[in-house]
């Protein structure tokens, strides 16, 4: 079965500060790996998605690599902004026949203090 | 504008009422799934499904029905709602199954059951 990892629970960071967000999972046969963005009582907001085949995906000040042999993935986010402040969610999709599951870890809440 | 809406947004009901949240999507996605969250435990899939008349239990099925009639349409129905399924809501669609392709979240609905 496979488990998704968020460490640590919680980050706060001063402005400016360039930071990585860890993501780790249990099994390696993965279709894709998804990072998704969630401000409180809100949606999710997808931010990056990463095939298996691929190493790294960039969407502006972020850039999200995937080690599919080591299990993880890292979101980077060059010179962090208060706006940058929500939970950081990752996703893989595995081989579950024909569903798409995605399968979340618990997120990482990034507070970036002015 | 590409969008999976969810209707409502917020409710409010009692014990064995029954009640069906809407999810409608227009990107013509084949893929739809429904995914609760609640704190401490993250996201987990409760049903999804391949394409029209296609449906299947996700991790935490038990309490709920779907239906997938239309293309479009993906609602959520729980005949007969206890306090356990209080819980925010998402519904999601994707182009295909196979998890190769990024998924779309609507916005959630925030359930209480009293």
């Known amino acids: 079965k496979q488990e998704v990892t968020q460490i640590p629970a919680a980050l706060s960071v001063p402005e400016g500060e360039n930071l990585v967000l860890n993501c780790s999972f249990t099994d390696s046969a993965i279709y894709n790996l998804q990072w998704f963005r969630q401000d409180p009582g809100k949606g999710l907001t997808s931010l990056l998605l990463i095939q298996s085949s691929q190493r790294e995906q960039t969407s502006g000040r972020l850039n999200a690599s995937l080690d599919k042999s080591s299990g993880r993935s890292t979101l980077y986010i060059a010179a962090s902004q208060p706006g940058d402040s929500a939970t950081y969610l990752c996703a893989v999709a595995g081989y579950t026949g024909a569903n798409s599951k995605l399968t979340f870890g618990k997120g990482i809440t990034l507070s970036v203090r002015p | 504008e590409a969008q999976v809406t969810q209707n409502p947004r917020y409710l409010i009901t009692v014990t064995g009422k029954k009640l069906t949240v809407t999810c409608s999507q227009n990107m013509n996605h084949e893929y739809m799934s429904w995914y609760r969250q609640d704190p401490g435990l993250g996201l987990r899939q409760i049903y999804y499904?391949?394409?029209?008349?296609?449906?299947d239990k996700g991790d935490v099925p038990e309490g709920y029905k779907v239906s997938r009639k239309e293309k479009r349409n993906f609602p959520l129905i729980l005949e007969s709602p206890s306090p356990n399924q209080t819980s925010l809501y998402f519904c999601?669609?994707?182009?295909?199954?196979?998890?190769?392709?990024?998924?779309?979240f609507g916005p959630g609905t925030r359930l209480t059951v009293t």
């Open positions: 499904s391949m394409n029209v008349e296609v449906t």
């Open positions: 999601a669609s994707s182009p295909v199954g196979q998890g190769r392709y990024e998924q779309y």
